[in-house]
Nanobody, 122 residues
């Protein structure tokens, strides 16, 4: 089970840190990803992190602003979001997959959280 938290309403330029708590799984065995879905749009990839945390990937739209991390001892994944823009407004989901090679594809993820709303006002 994956449970996200940390969303909210912020002004443009602010920061938020999303958290994803995992339970019932061997967390360190999973590649973790963050995805988002804006109103009226398809869900899209945001970031992914390898099992050890040594490798990360980002969508071009969030590169240099967002940072994905994980704490395997606490079964937690995080998404630090800085310099937020109105176009970052979306429901953010964390997800888990066994497969590292397909980590950019949401279809490879078989466990999903319920999502947390992030709203950025201009």
């Amino acid at each position: 089970q994956l449970v996200e938290s940390g969303g909210g309403l912020v002004q443009a330029g602010a920061s938020l840190r999303l958290s994803c708590a995992a339970s019932g799984v061997t967390f360190s065995s999973y590649v973790m990803g963050w995805f988002r879905q804006a109103p009226g749009k398809e869900r899209e990839f945001v970031a992914a992190i390898s099992r050890s945390g040594g490798s990360t990937d980002y969508a071009d739209s969030v590169k240099d602003r967002f940072t994905i991390s994980r704490d395997n001892a606490k079964n937690m994944a995080y998404l630090q979001m800085n310099s937020l823009k109105p176009e970052d407004t979306a429901v953010y989901y964390c997800a888990a997959t066994i497969g590292f090679a397909q980590r950019l594809l949401q279809t490879s993820y078989d466990s999903w959280g319920q999502g947390t709303q992030v709203t950025v006002s201009s």
